[in-house]
């Protein structure tokens, strides 16, 4: 409820020169080339970054790419001055400008200061027209007054700022996207709750929450779908509405599974910003993606959302009837694609920023730029992170997933294992031991499978650039499924009856939980048989199972 109050407060906080209606959104064509231009508040590459992720992800079918071109104490007049060495060359269709912290000069309000600042932003305006592209302006973000010496005069100063750009948007007809207004009052309010709060910790640069906000406050304003999906399940029957549909639907393990198909990604909230999401509504009104289901209360205490094999949540009864918002479920595929889709814009953004500035403007002489190999490089390196930035829509791809909702079953208790002998691996992963092929003939060990793990490295002492193989067998009493969450040093296969259902050749450490299956079991007796390889140093393995559904799974003796 408070989100949603601060929600309508945005809308109607601010200046008295805005229009009563609510402002027209921006809109995307198929192909956009967008500058995010400002100061250093743009430079942190965080409120540019959730919108460029944002565009990606909600827009996978759009050719759209985002160039933040943000400069460390810039003002508008700087903006102009550098417009046709770092603007223009990059042919933008659209281009949001954020200018007017450094710009007021942290004093109070001075006219002639006033009038220099929105002179500069009149010619900005006319430079953008001339190079044929749009324009969105931003109002600047306000100072925290608790963190500077003279409290909130500065604030008096940007607010006539503000008000100013606002009222030149209305004069030119350009898009204004209001940031001081409304980040003032999340501001105001989130610190009358929390004496001591600030999301701009040196006064004037926002830290990763404050950025958010200042996102939020941008995406409410494009044209873009808002729901990424409502799925709604009762009774075994579910529904689907907004960019979510669902196919398949059948009873299964006590619960509910389903085909689900997205239209588009949910735009990815890195952890270190979430805390936003407690002063503004950004999931309820751009980024809606929620699962609500009746479970009832007498089936299970504990119900698992299981996503293609792989556990997105576990959730009590009443937490599913209010609605799970899937959209910060980090173990998601859709979340994993977002959250490489963030990473990928990170790296995209520190070439791109090393190309134009470091190596094409002012190069260091440790990049001994006077070698003539330096330009050709410099070159490709602002090419490649120019094509990165088109290329990243490859990975906003939505998919289809199979979705499982059903009790949360019992843990199985695995207290040994058997273990065959050795065989020599040479790197080729796949190639089927006796084990594999022909378990009857194998000597098999018993081993003792003691908190989860095994030291395969202390029952076969001394072998190394081996493969080794640990079976154990478990009885169900009911169809069901199986979760085997697993850890290896180094490569992993499962198998179940002979099928393989799992396979990762990698190099690495063992940890518990590193890789996850989920195996169907029908009523009856099944062997589970994993592989692991080793290519010298440590050997092991880990493996722990939990029963999706009410049946009751147990291992077994050989």
């Given at each position: 409820m408070r989100k949603l109050v601060i929600g309508t407060l945005l809308v109607l906080c601010g200046a008295g020169v805005r229009a009563a209606d609510p402002p027209a959104p921006v809109a995307l064509g198929d192909e956009e080339t967008i500058v995010i231009y400002g100061d250093s508040i743009t430079e942190q590459n965080l409120y540019p970054a959730y919108l460029e992720t944002f565009f990606a992800s909600r827009f996978p079918s759009k050719r759209v790419a985002s160039f933040n071109l943000g400069w460390s104490g810039d003002t508008a007049r700087?903006?102009?001055?550098?417009?046709e060495r770092d603007v223009a060359p990059v042919e933008p269709t659209l281009v949001f400008v954020n200018f007017g912290m450094n710009d007021g000069g942290y004093k109070p309000f001075q006219q002639s200061v006033y009038d220099a600042y929105l002179a500069s932003q009149e010619e900005l305006a006319a430079r953008i027209e001339e190079i044929g592209a749009r324009e969105v302006l931003?109002?600047?973000?306000?100072?925290?007054?608790?963190?500077?010496?003279?409290?909130?005069?500065?604030?008096g100063m940007l607010a006539r700022m503000a008000d100013g750009v606002i009222q030149m948007g209305a004069e030119r007809e350009i898009r204004v996207i209001d940031l001081f207004h409304p980040m003032l009052e999340v501001q105001?309010?989130?610190?009358?709750?929390?004496?001591?709060?600030?999301?701009?910790?040196?006064?004037?640069?926002?830290?990763?929450?404050?950025?958010?906000?200042?996102?939020?406050?941008a995406m409410r304003r494009i044209d873009a779908p808002r729901v990424v999906g409502e799925i709604?399940?009762?009774?075994?029957?579910?529904?689907?509405?907004?960019g979510a549909s669902v196919s398949e639907v059948r009873a299964r393990y006590g619960g509910t599974e389903m085909a689900l198909r997205l239209q588009f990604l949910p735009f990815y909230v890195p952890p270190e910003a979430r805390p936003a999401l407690e002063l503004v509504p950004l999931q309820d009104e751009v980024n809606r993606f929620r699962l609500r289901a009746d479970v009832g209360t007498a089936r299970a205490?504990?119900?698992?959302?299981?996503?293609?094999?792989?556990?997105?949540g576990t959730f009590v009864p009443a937490e599913l009837a209010a609605g799970v918002?899937?959209?910060?479920?980090?173990?998601?595929?859709?979340?994993?694609?977002?959250?490489?889709l963030w990473e990928a814009a990170q790296y995209r953004w520190e070439k791109h920023f090393e190309a134009w500035r470091r190596m094409a403007l002012a190069p260091s002489p440790t990049m001994?730029?006077?070698?003539?190999?330096?330009?050709?490089?410099?070159?490709?390196?602002?090419?490649h992170a120019d094509a990165m930035g088109h290329g990243l829509q490859a990975l906003a791809e939505p998919g289809s997933y199979r979705v499982l909702i059903c009790p949360l079953g019992e843990v199985v208790p695995i207290t040994g294992l058997a273990l065959s002998p050795t065989y020599p691996f040479d790197t080729e992963f796949d190639r089927a031991h006796p084990p594999e092929t022909d378990p009857g003939s194998v000597e098999w060990k018993e081993a003792p499978f003691e908190g989860g793990e095994i030291d395969l490295g202390a029952q076969y002492a001394g072998a190394s650039n081996v493969v080794a193989y640990a079976l154990v067998n478990v009885e169900a009493d009911a169809d069901c499924a199986l979760h085997l969450s697993m850890g290896s040093d180094d490569g992993l296969a499962v198998f179940v009856d002979g099928s393989r259902v799992f396979a990762n050749d990698v190099r690495r450490s063992l940890r518990p939980g590193q890789d996850e299956v989920l195996v169907e079991l029908a009523e009856g007796r099944h062997g589970l048989l994993f592989k692991v390889t080793q290519e010298g140093g440590d050997f092991g393995l880990a493996v722990d199972a939990q029963v999706y559904g009410s049946a009751h799974v147990s291992a077994v003796a050989p």
């Open positions: 700087g903006g102009n001055q550098r417009f931003f109002t600047t973000s306000p100072i925290d007054p608790d963190q500077r010496p003279d409290g909130d005069a500065y604030n105001r309010r989130a610190k009358e709750e929390k004496p001591g709060f600030t999301m701009i910790p040196d006064s004037v640069h926002p830290d990763p929450v404050g950025h958010l906000v200042m996102a939020y406050l709604a399940v009762e009774e075994g029957r579910v529904e689907a509405t907004g205490d504990t119900w698992v959302v299981s996503v293609d094999g792989a556990t997105a918002d899937l959209a910060l479920l980090d173990d998601a595929p859709w979340s994993v694609a977002g959250r490489r001994l730029p006077t070698l003539p190999t330096f330009a050709p490089f410099a070159a490709a390196q602002r090419a």
